[in-house]
């Protein structure tokens, strides 16, 4: 599905079961704020004012929100685990995805804030940053074209290094699949990388979503029963849990935080999917779509986490799938079938990524070379992203690295600073808000730099 503004445009049926593939564009609405003063945005009600042609019920809209948060990214969960312990690993999942819920809150409730105080009925993320600084404090209007500049770079750069995450993840798969096969051969993980480009050009330069609707079908009922069958696996050669440990070094924390929330995080598809509800007041709430939708995610990555962890100890890799046995045809089905998904996700959301582009630059390119210019960029970015999976191609800090530098950032910094500016000047929510965002920039930082040395140690082997 993308969106166009405001309104979320059925492409078909909803993108590979990944937390960044349910495919969001971030652009530019075309309804302008009324000039009117704060104190009148409780005489417009932005619920009864949207026109949405096709709108979803609550349990559709919870499909969606389940559909944009849970995916790949799950596999990746015993990795998390590893570095922090069972006990704390299982704690720490609930608390985390407590943090993100909330921020999810945090972003929602200012949106509907900021859509009163613009008198406008819906909001995209990028939006809801711009408004939130122009209709706050007088101080903050200045910032509010930078806000949404920077919210749809922090999008842009999710999408971008989704994809090297994505690549890394298939060419590993790939390559062990490979080797069993063909052991005279044992080719280096890199060419499988480079030789990916032969599906990933012609696939990328397809600009009509309709034409991406077979991928998504088709990964959709690979990463089910992949999903089914990698369970299968951890539950037949479960271990003791009693002979892992409780906890680890506190100095691999940074990279269980990082690794959690880019499992996790889904707010690119929040908007959308509330933007597009038939009752949007039941979005929120203590027993509303939202916090049933993040019910189900935090309880599958802990458990999936807990058991997968279990079962592979310290072997545990940076993809649950990696560590299923190589000699097995049944593993390595599924190796191919996960692998096939999440290759086929890749197309859909380098056409977000390339969507957002297009829009901060539409106004400064002449209409004629509009066309010329996005196919160059589909090319050249592919092309980057092949480059830079191809430079680190391991998947455990790449995976930690993505968590920490975008997913604090668009998942945690945004959403309280965003709601810093929309609540001013209450003091309860500025500590709050400030608490969000210095957790959120130490986790970007520490995260970072752990994940940076597992790169170099990666890049010198």
């Known amino acids: 599905m993308g969106v166009d503004q405001g309104r979320v445009i059925d492409t078909g049926p909803p993108t590979s079961a990944d937390n960044f593939s349910f495919t969001v564009l971030s652009v530019q609405l075309t309804t302008k704020p009324t000039e009117k003063k704060q104190q009148d945005a409780s005489d417009y009600d932005p619920f009864s004012e949207r026109h949405v042609e096709h709108p979803n019920s609550d349990l559709g809209s919870l499909m969606h929100l389940l559909k944009g948060s849970l995916g790949s990214g799950i596999l990746a969960m015993p990795m998390a685990f590893k570095n922090a312990g069972t006990v704390v690993g299982f704690v720490g999942t609930v608390l985390i995805g407590m943090l993100c819920t909330h921020c999810v809150h945090m972003l929602v409730r200012s949106s509907h804030i900021v859509c009163r105080r613009a008198r406008v009925p819906m909001l995209g993320f990028a939006e809801t940053a711009e408004y939130a600084f122009l209709y706050g404090p007088s101080r903050l209007k200045a910032w509010a074209r930078f806000s949404r500049t920077f919210v749809n770079i922090a999008l842009l750069t999710t999408y971008y290094s989704t994809c090297c995450v994505y690549l890394i993840f298939v060419a590993s798969s790939i390559k062990q699949v490979c080797d069993q096969w063909f052991p005279w051969a044992q ?202 999976a191809t430079a680190v191609p391991k998947l455990d800090p790449v995976v930690s690295l993505v968590g920490a530098v975008c997913f604090s950032t668009l998942g945690l910094l945004c959403p309280a600073a965003i709601e810093m500016a929309t609540c001013w000047p209450s003091r309860r929510t500025i500590v709050k808000d400030s608490l969000i965002i210095v957790l959120a920039l130490a986790a970007l930082v520490s995260g970072s730099y752990t994940s940076v040395l597992g790169i170099i140690d990666a890049y010198s082997e």
């Open 187 to 388: 080719l280096d993980v890199r060419i499988y990388t480079v030789l990916l480009l032969l599906p990933l050009v012609p696939s990328c330069l397809l600009r009509n979503l309709k034409y991406l609707v077979p991928f998504s079908a088709t990964a959709n009922i690979c990463i089910v029963v992949g999903f089914a069958c990698t369970l299968y696996y951890m539950l037949r050669d479960l271990n003791d849990p009693g002979e892992l440990p409780l906890s680890v070094d506190v100095a691999r924390f940074p990279l269980f935080f990082s690794t959690v929330v880019f499992a996790m995080e889904g707010i690119g598809v929040v908007m959308p999917v509330e933007n597009e509800m038939r009752h949007p007041q039941h979005f929120l709430g203590l027993g509303g779509v939202l916090n049933i939708a993040m019910a189900v995610v935090v309880s599958l990555y802990a458990l999936i986490g807990f058991f997968g962890y279990v079962t592979y100890g310290e072997n545990t890799a940076g993809s649950i799938t990696l560590n299923l046995p190589v000699d097995e045809r049944l593993a390595q089905a599924v190796k191919i079938l996960i692998g096939l998904a999440v290759l086929f996700t890749y197309p859909l959301q380098y056409h977000v990524a390339v969507g957002i582009v297009l829009q901060m630059v539409r106004d400064r390119v002449p209409e004629k070379r509009l066309d010329l210019l996005e196919y160059g960029m589909r090319v050249v970015g592919v092309l980057g992203t092949v480059a830079l």
